[in-house]
């Protein structure tokens, strides 16, 4: 397989901005801006493993969102542990990865919805053991879950996850749920829009697309490789997170007839100092890829490699 090596250029140097924050998650909107989730202090794993659902003391979050200038959204006052942020048409959608079952109707919410001065609007259910989080501009939450959310841990015998990819609307009800595919861990999934979507899952390794908007057609490839934790496609080209083992290194790969994939290029790229990149953290949605670099943030678009 030949390789490519890609000079990327940082679009934007968050350091100023993250001062006295920890960052917490990195991510693209439906609207192409970026959205990035900080918190104060990072709360300590449980028995040094698990993530904690809730916080011990009250904590600050704040909500920067990226396009030519930065926004900023500060939350203050908040004892729930939040892993991720989207826009929800004129809100902003906060969602913990982890959640409780208690006992009949008594869990946490995990997913906050607030107005842009970090007020609480709502608060719903999405389930324990979510991967990620992605959110249409018309206001449908996806989420896919990883094996504990899917088979059941903090106290679920019976978790929201079980299917290992759900669709919300915005008021918390499930109107989605896939039947298609055997998942064990949804390792990656990418929102392109309200009538595409695609997965990748364990332990199939294969890469499903649900399209039409009632979200009955699903379709499935084999992209020949293990352990991907993202993917971004303009529908042709497809370029893969390398899989197992293989931190900063990805795959582009050209949809050459119906379901199937061409072998592909390995892609590295290097920053502003054309040093290899090493992401902290990276996020794959429609056609782009987003990196994160210490306080550097890089994106590529599929098509500038092709």
């Known amino acids: 397989m030949s390789h490519l090596f890609k000079r990327l250029h940082s679009f934007a140097d968050i350091s100023n901005d993250i001062k006295g924050f920890e960052i917490v998650s ?19 794993r449980v028995r040094g493993m698990f993530t904690p659902a809730s916080l011990k003391d009250r904590h600050t979050y704040k909500v920067l969102i990226l396009d030519d200038h930065i926004q900023e959204v500060c939350v203050e006052g908040q004892q729930f542990n939040y892993h991720y942020v989207q826009p929800l048409k004129n809100h902003l959608l906060l969602v913990g990865a982890r959640c409780h079952y208690y006992g009949s109707g008594q869990y946490d919410l995990n997913g906050k919805i607030l107005d842009y001065e970090g007020h609480t609007v709502n608060e719903m259910l999405l389930g324990d053991g979510i991967q990620s989080v992605q959110v249409t501009e018309e206001g449908t939450i996806w989420t ?6 899917i088979f059941g841990n903090y106290g679920w015998v019976e978790p929201v996850g079980s299917s290992g990819l759900v669709a919300w609307n915005e008021k918390g009800d499930k109107i989605y749920e896939n039947q298609a595919a055997a998942i064990d861990d949804c390792y990656a999934l990418n929102v392109v829009s309200e009538q595409e979507i695609w997965f990748y899952y364990y332990s199939d390794f294969s890469l499903g697309r649900i399209s039409g908007s009632d979200h009955t057609n699903i379709t499935f490839m084999n992209p020949r490789i293990s352990g991907c934790s993202g993917v971004a496609t303009d529908g042709y080209h497809f370029l893969f997170d390398g899989g197992y083992g293989k931190s900063g290194q990805y795959v582009l790969k050209k949809n050459v007839k119906p379901g199937s994939l061409s072998k592909g290029q390995n892609i590295r790229f290097l920053n502003d100092d054309q040093e290899f990149l090493q992401p902290h953290e990276q996020d794959f949605r429609k056609n782009r890829l987003l990196l994160r670099e210490g306080s550097l943030l890089y994106q590529v678009a599929v098509e500038e490699l092709a």
């Open 26 to 44: 990195t991510q693209f909107g439906p609207d192409g801006r970026v959205y990035i989730l900080l918190i104060d202090k990072a709360p300590e």
């Open 144 to 149: 896919s879950y990883f094996d504990e959310g």
